[in-house]
């Protein structure tokens, strides 16, 4: 469950957005500023504790990734408080120490309503992302991890292991070629030959080598074609 992955317009918009609702609110007293100067302090106080509670997903990330929602915003709305409590030590008008803290409770109040619309946000946008990505094929989950998240171009047989041609480099292991049509789901594919079976978009183009038709693999791999496999492919469209 990794939110901050990359850069996120949101960790704009979020604060920007928020700033503005509460300059119009002025919330603990702040309508006693004029616009700008409201506009200046409620957009720099949620830009702080924006930067607060990022601080404290990258530490959820790193070290508890799959924390319940309800702990990554409580605690995001603690560490985005402690983030803002030097300015609001400096700016507010507080005298005491108890109004101080009074102060910061109302604000972490409010961080929690920001900081909840904020996770529960990117927590779509992840969700909707995995949802849009296409499946990976499970064949894939068994090659070392430097080749699984690599486009799978074609499988070939040797003896009684197979070798899995990618993107990435290729691999040996014991299986069976026969296993290969299952395995490959969701990825199109054919067998041009007994011996190999090969992923549509792993082709780069056909050749003839000696007035037979071989299949040039995107890495470079010559694929023979037999004529049962030749019909095969004629009937898949993918010779004319």
């Known amino acids: 469950m990794k939110l901050l992955r990359r850069f996120d317009v949101s960790a704009v918009l979020t604060p920007l957005i928020a700033g503005a609702v509460l300059t ?45 929602a309800w702990l990554c915003v409580l605690l995001q709305s603690f560490g985005s408080t402690i983030a803002v409590a030097p300015f609001v030590l400096f700016t507010s008008s507080q005298s005491s120490v108890w109004g101080f803290f009074l102060t910061l409770f109302y ?7 920001i900081t909840a619309f904020a996770d529960t946000a990117a927590r779509s946008r992840v969700a909707g992302e995995a949802a849009d990505a296409p499946k990976r094929p ?10 699984r998240h690599a486009t799978l171009y074609g499988v070939s047989s040797e ?20 296993d290969i ?3 490959a789901q969701p990825v199109s ?19 003839r080598e000696k007035g037979k038709p071989t299949l040039i693999l995107k890495d470079g791999t010559h694929v ?8 095969t492919l004629r009937d898949a469209g993918w010779l004319t």
Not at 26 to 54: D, E, K, N
Not at 138 to 147: E, G, Q, T
Not at 189 to 207: F, I, N
């Open 24 to 68: 119009v609110l002025a919330p603990l007293g702040t309508h006693i500023f004029s616009l700008p100067l409201r506009a200046l302090y409620w957009i720099s106080l949620c830009f702080a504790g924006g930067f607060g509670a990022m601080a404290v997903r990258f530490g959820l990330n790193r070290w508890r990734p799959s924390a319940p």
């Open 138 to 147: 499970a064949l894939m989950d068994r090659l070392p991890v430097h080749l």
């Open 159 to 178: 003896d009684h292991y197979v070798r899995i041609h990618t993107s990435a480099g290729d691999h040996m292991m014991l299986m069976r070629l026969a």
């Open 181 to 183: 049509d299952d395995l």
């Open 224 to 231: 023979p074609v037999s004529r049962t496999g030749a019909r």
């Open 189 to 207: 594919g054919l067998r041009p030959h007994r011996s190999w079976w090969v992923a549509e978009g792993g082709v780069d183009r056909m050749v």
């Open 107 to 113: 604000i972490w109040v409010i961080a929690i309503v």
